[in-house]
């Protein structure tokens, strides 16, 4: 017996009332509006299987409308993922669940990216849409042949990166990019008009896209736009006309749907409206048993890939089932290990930026699903080198021309991460990484091992002055909850940062390098010593320690021109360098005393105090900036603000004399 698919779509939506009612709070609105689209999407296109949540060739489904869990939560309940039953739907927002206030990522359960801050939703799914025509062209059509969706509102649209990544898919041709908009003119304040008054449809066209607008409640006229969609190679936005919170007597098509509580008064109403004469979290056997079915309905599309992967030969076979679980190639560092021998036997000095764009050619050359890109600073960085453009013609180029785009970069790199079998790298100046940090905390939060690469990190840019000298992003970074933040001190250390970060597979990483030259501080290699996240570069001679020295990046080499200086003064004194403060706390803490010693302690760092009291104490000397940058050459600049070897010794001094 056939289901009215419109029945099926109330299942949708009274989930979404009565978890909401149950627990008091939520945002009933998009569910109950956007329940025909996600209907359509899911009973009729999206290819997956509940069986098997991380089907590698599965469709990738985002919920950019983050705030709208509800209609998530629903759907996988509904098309039968294990980890999400009724309990699990009853328990909306509590402690525990898997329901959470938000999406957050779990591909297991079926939730591909954790979504709540508009706009970063559909720049993951266009990330997924550009991992995916990557590893196609990798591996072939027959193993990778999916689609990217996502449905977002009005809120997704209007921030910023949803134009970045408009233009750029656009530029792009993502053709297996689709965005469903829940457009139903509506806003937390209010009607749409109140801020906005635009041809959003228009925008879409003149960057590229094709644009559908539908009846967003007509579940067959979605599915017919869906279908147009698969058959056009540009990205598909379908504009589906809704009402926000549909179904609610009095309330739908208001402000107050978005987020308003239910009373039982009001579901009841909404029940008597909509014929729905069952009791809270329970769905009639027929429709159950339609939404399972529908959750079925990929199954030989999965058996036939099974088929084709079972038939691969022996080396695509390993690489698939390589990419798939994450693992990298064997053998992936020796070049980086080479590198750092190279550079301590020659005692290499040179930008940091150039040492930095090197190792990204040494790591991609090992690596091949390493695909990396900047927001128009190829020149200026080079990090593209030997690499060619993915372009909407080449879909096997590794390097990704983003345009001046940093918001876009950032949370498409997120995006590719979470998609799998792709690692993602972005490179920028640090300044301009404000652009990216909602990127970073989703990042972080989700534990995608993205690799976000930075330059010119301090007032060692000189001329360009105080806007492009980024003081205060060091400790804004190290902020931020499950981030690796690296700043090595030269070629070395460099080499040894991105080892260890390419290497970490549970979260962000950080790289962060000097325009200026970094002079050789490590003239051996070997062990990497930057694993340990602080070590001893250089002990106190003569005698015991009379003060340690902590220093980062090029500000080490001032630290051991200081520890020479006060050396022929008769001062013993220790340097400490200090790549990684994160995982410099992960150490034993018997290693960490015996780095820091129990002698006084300096801090050096071309950025502001903030976080170094933890190392060197409240009252301890710190060299480094209270204040913006300024313009001037680069050796003017560091006397100006008192950052050299000189200062740095009279600090010593000072602190060993103690008070006059």
Known sequence: MSVDPRRLAHAIRFLAMDACERVGEGHPGTPLGAADIATALFTRHLKFNPADPLWFDRDRFVLSAGHGSMLLYALLHLTGYASMPIEAIRSFRELGSACEGHPEYC??????????????????????????????????????????????????????????????????????????????????????????????????????????????????????ALSLARRDPRPSLIACRTVIGRGLPGVEGTRAAHSGKLTRALTDAARRALDWPHPAFEI????????????????????????RVAALPVEKRRLLDRLREGRLPAGWADGLRAYAGRAAAEGLTQHGWKTCGELVDLAAAAIPEMLAGAPDLEAATQHKRRLHAFTAKDRAGRYLHYGVREHAMGSMLNGIAAHGGVVPSGVTYLVFSDYERPAFRMAAMMGLPVLFAFTHDSIGIGRNGPTHQPVEYLASLRAIPNLLVFRPADAVEAAECWELAIGHRGGPSCLIFARQPQMAVRREAGENRSARGAYVIAEAEGGPRAATILATGTEVALALQARALLAAEGLSVAVVSMPCWELFEQQPRDYRAAVLGEAPRIGVEAAVRLGWDRWIGAEGPFIGMSGFGASGAEEDLWRHFGITAEAVAAAVRARVAGPA
């Open 107 to 224: 591909p297991a359960h079926g939730i591909e990216a954790t979504t709540g801050p508009l706009g970063q939703g559909v720049a993951n799914a266009a990330g997924m849409a550009v991992a995916e025509a990557f590893l196609a062209a990798q591996l072939g059509p027959g193993i990778v042949d999916h689609r990217s969706y996502a449905i977002l509102g009005d809120g997704c649209l209007q921030e910023g990166v949803a134009q970045e990544v408009t233009s750029l898919a656009g530029h792009l041709r993502l053709g297996k990019l689709c965005w469903l908009w829940d457009d139903n003119h509506m806003t937390d304040d209010g009607a749409i008009g109140i801020a906005q008054s635009e041809d959003l449809p228009a925008r879409f066209r003149a960057a590229h896209w094709q644009v559908l607008e539908v009846d967003g409640h007509d579940i067959d006229a979605v599915d017919a």
């Open 284 to 307: 009639p056997a027929e429709i159950a048993a339609a939404w399972r079915e529908a959750g079925r309905r990929s199954l030989p599309d999965y058996d036939a890939w099974r088929g």
